[in-house]
């Protein structure tokens, strides 16, 4: 049996392990992404992205394209009725609505961007990065943690070839049913069974029904059960049939939904093959959940073509842990949120993001394995109030709303952040009353527009920072450079950037200050790669003060 080795080895090719094999091509890191499936989802699912994935699809030159594939703007709205009819519907807007008024907090608000349309942008950038090392219909088989690697045995299922794959680490990212969690032994804690749903993927001409309330989400009061999410507000639909909490039901109904489904163990599963109906008893089928569509709308007659279906359950669970030894996990492999308030994907998202550029810098030899610790410390307790919110709008249908910045607001506390005295006082992870920037060690570097001289692609503090360590100033001052040269004569590299240097517009007082957070010029961040601050201080007197402070950081030995 042939072997080959690679630095990383990810196992699963859904938007979490697309986006970790592209900031992992971005840090330069050599690696391997297998996916069973030999093509991307064909299901609309997971939906909503969130401003902070946004940002990111922003640093790997996605978000225009994202932004092209998805819902306009105007349309992300929330709609209430009995059925897409009812005279006296409700209309909501998100929480916290673009240009709604106050500082503008991101330069990549979030969107309504289908999972079958987002999912083949993300293969192709990973393959024009990664090439043929993302390898879809290709599965993992079994592997072995010596605590040195991962031996690791996969199959190519078209040929059914078999290699063993040498890897430094594993990651998960392989769904909530994650045959690494499994093999690495890591249970997974909480709740099953919140609910069951029939999800029915459809065309029909309901553009012209909802022109006057056109929405993203349709949820029906009662007596309507269910809702409808809008893929394009024309004519194609997913309608979500609740099935109840008792397993019985939901094999019934899916019998009755034809071959195309599948009971997802944990979240929604792709179906894998689409209702054909090519046969009597399929015929049948279909008008079945044509009359299930055409009763939920309130439109007796509505044209309804079936496409495909499947059945899901609702869960709200969390890994009793995000690191075994070799192994790590990521996205629903790590945590299963309930799809009420669109947080599931772009938690996963953010895993990526905070994993890539750590395990890039242990793997090039700049920081200790204990930094991969910091993952754990830093994400489990993210994920854990994602779960806590969801599982509440789950229980409050009626009133909820989708918090598009809720991501933003992520504040870690872990070894790889070297807080203030003043930094302590921080409730919690999430901030859930809204974003407030501030340059706080932990928080995520705060968006101040700027308006470019010369480079076209900056036009955000945001994009000053990455794709490794940032030194970030007001000012371009001289006198910093000796403390970034000693960071690299360590065999760090580090970037030293200033803020009014990238901006044509005379410096505004407020806004360095609102920027830095201090009242002295000579402040500056220390800012990771994934956009969260490290460290904020003043210049110190003796330039290795500074190598000493991103050797603590990074865990370096």
Same mark, same amino acid.
């Given at each position: 049996?042939? @072997?080959? !080795?690679?630095?990383? /080895?990810?196992?699963?090719?859904?938007?979490? &392990?697309?986006?970790?094999?592209?900031?992992?091509? &971005?840090?330069?890191?050599?690696?391997?992404?297998?996916?069973?499936?030999?093509?991307?989802?064909?299901?609309?699912?997971?939906? $909503?992205?969130?401003?902070?994935? #946004?940002?990111?699809?922003?640093?790997?030159?996605?978000?225009n394209?994202?932004?092209?594939?998805?819902l306009?703007? @105007?349309?992300? *709205?929330?709609?209430?009725?009995?059925?897409?009819?009812?005279?006296?519907?409700?209309?909501?807007?998100?929480?916290?609505?673009?240009?709604?008024?106050?500082?503008?907090?991101?330069? %990549?608000?979030?969107?309504?961007?289908s999972?079958?349309?987002?999912?083949?942008?993300?293969?192709?950038?990973?393959?024009?990065?990664?090439?043929?090392?993302?390898?879809?219909?290709?599965?993992?088989? %079994?592997?072995?943690?010596?605590?040195?690697?991962?031996?690791?045995?996969?199959?190519?299922?078209?040929?059914?070839?078999?290699?063993?794959?040498?890897?430094?680490?594993?990651?998960?990212?392989?769904?909530? *049913? %994650?045959?690494?969690r499994?093999?690495?032994?890591?249970?997974?804690?909480?709740?099953?069974?919140?609910?069951?749903?029939?999800?029915?993927?459809?065309?029909?001409?309901?553009?012209?029904?909802?022109?006057?309330?056109?929405?993203?989400?349709?949820?029906?009061t009662?007596?309507?059960?269910?809702?409808? #999410?809008?893929?394009?507000?024309?004519?194609?639909?997913?309608?979500?049939?609740?099935?109840?909490?008792?397993?019985?039901?939901?094999?019934?109904?899916?019998?009755?939904? $034809?071959?195309?489904?599948?009971? +997802?163990?944990?979240?929604?599963?792709?179906?894998?093959?689409?209702?054909?109906?090519?046969?009597?008893?399929?015929?049948?089928?279909?008008?079945?959940?044509?009359?299930?569509v055409?009763?939920?709308?309130?439109?007796?007659?509505?044209?309804?073509?079936?496409?495909?279906?499947?059945?899901?359950?609702?869960?709200?669970?969390?890994?009793?842990?995000?690191?075994?030894?070799?192994?790590?996990?990521?996205?629903?492999?790590?945590?299963?949120?309930?799809?009420? $308030? &669109? !947080?599931?994907m772009?938690?996963?998202?953010?895993?990526?993001?905070n994993?890539?550029?750590?395990?890039?810098?242990?793997?090039? &030899?700049?920081?200790?394995?204990?930094?991969?610790?910091?993952?754990?410390?830093?994400?489990?307790?993210?994920?854990?109030?994602?779960?806590?919110?969801?599982?509440?709008?789950?229980a409050?249908?009626?009133?909820?709303?989708?918090?598009?910045?809720?991501?933003?607001?992520?504040?870690?506390?872990?070894?790889?952040?070297?807080?203030?005295?003043?930094?302590?006082?921080r409730? +919690?992870? /999430?901030?859930?009353?809204?974003?407030?920037?501030?340059?706080?060690?932990?928080?995520?570097?705060?968006?101040v527009?700027? =308006?470019?001289?010369?480079?076209?692609?900056?036009?955000? =503090?945001?994009?000053?920072?990455?794709?490794?360590?940032? /030194?970030?100033?007001?000012?371009?001052?001289?006198?910093?450079?000796?403390?970034?040269?000693?960071?690299?004569?360590?065999?760090?590299?580090?970037?030293?950037?200033?803020?009014?240097?990238? *901006?044509r517009?005379?410096?505004?007082?407020?806004q360095?200050?609102?920027?830095?957070?201090?009242?002295?010029?000579?402040?500056?961040?220390?800012?990771?790669?994934?956009?969260?601050?490290?460290?904020?201080?003043?210049?110190?007197?003796?330039?290795?003060?500074?190598?000493?402070?991103?050797?603590?950081?990074?865990?370096?030995?």
């Amino acid at each position: 049996m042939a @072997e080959s !080795h690679t630095s990383v /080895l990810v196992v699963g090719g859904g938007p979490v &392990g697309l986006v970790l094999s592209c900031l992992l091509s &971005g840090q330069g890191v050599d690696h391997v992404l297998v996916e069973s499936r030999p093509a991307v989802s064909r299901h609309p699912r997971a939906r $909503g992205v969130s401003a902070r994935s #946004m940002e990111i699809f922003r640093r790997l030159g996605l978000e225009n394209a994202v932004r092209a594939a998805g819902l306009p703007a @105007e349309q992300v *709205s929330f709609y209430r009725g009995r059925d897409l009819v009812d005279p006296d519907y409700v209309r909501t807007g998100p929480a916290r609505e673009p240009g709604g008024g106050g500082p503008e907090h991101t330069p %990549s608000p979030g969107l309504i961007c289908s999972q079958d349309v987002l999912e083949p942008l993300l293969p192709r950038r990973a393959r024009e990065l990664a090439g043929p090392r993302v390898r879809f219909g290709t599965r993992l088989l %079994s592997f072995l943690d010596d605590g040195l690697g991962v031996q690791a045995v996969v199959e190519e299922r078209a040929p059914g070839r078999r290699y063993r794959l040498r890897a430094d680490w594993l990651v998960g990212c392989d769904g909530a *049913s %994650s045959t690494v969690r499994a093999g690495a032994g890591i249970a997974m804690e909480g709740p099953t069974g919140l609910g069951r749903y029939l999800s029915i993927r459809f065309e029909a001409p309901l553009g012209q029904v909802v022109a006057d309330r056109v929405s993203a989400s349709y949820f029906l009061t009662v007596p309507g059960r269910g809702g409808f #999410m809008a893929v394009d507000n024309d004519r194609h639909w997913i309608y979500q049939y609740p099935l109840g909490a008792d397993p019985e039901t939901a094999a019934d109904v899916g019998t009755a939904a $034809g071959p195309g489904t599948a009971v +997802g163990p944990g979240a929604a599963v792709d179906a894998g093959t689409a209702v054909d109906a090519g046969t009597a008893a399929d015929v049948a089928d279909h008008r079945f959940l044509a009359g299930l569509v055409r009763t939920a709308a309130g439109v007796p007659d509505l044209d309804v073509t079936v496409r495909d279906t499947m059945t899901w359950r609702m869960d709200a669970q969390l890994a009793g842990s995000y690191r075994r030894s070799r192994v790590l996990l990521a996205g629903d492999a790590a945590h299963v949120v309930p799809p009420t $308030g &669109g !947080h599931g994907m772009n938690t996963g998202i953010g895993d990526a993001d905070n994993l890539a550029w750590k395990l890039a810098a242990v793997t090039a &030899g700049h920081a200790g394995d204990a930094l991969l610790d910091t993952y754990e410390a830093e994400r489990r307790p993210l994920a854990r109030q994602v779960i806590d919110i969801s599982t509440a709008n789950a229980a409050n249908r009626t009133g909820y709303r989708i918090d598009d910045e809720l991501l933003l607001t992520a504040a870690y506390r872990s070894a790889a952040v070297v807080p203030g005295p003043q930094d302590a006082d921080r409730p +919690g992870v /999430l901030d859930p009353d809204g974003c407030r920037p501030g340059c706080r060690p932990g928080e995520r570097v705060p968006h101040v527009r700027l =308006t470019t001289a010369g480079a076209s692609d900056v036009t955000s =503090t945001l994009d000053l920072t990455g794709p490794g360590l940032t /030194l970030l100033t007001a000012d371009d001052d001289p006198r910093w450079q000796p403390h970034a040269e000693a960071v690299r004569r360590a065999g760090i590299p580090l970037a030293l950037r200033a803020v009014r240097t990238a *901006s044509r517009r005379e410096a505004e007082p407020w806004q360095w200050a609102y920027l830095l957070d201090a009242e002295h010029a000579d402040t500056a961040l220390l800012v990771r790669p994934d956009g969260h601050i490290a460290w904020r201080g003043v210049r110190p007197a003796d330039p290795a003060t500074l190598p000493a402070l991103v050797r603590r950081v990074l865990a370096a030995p």
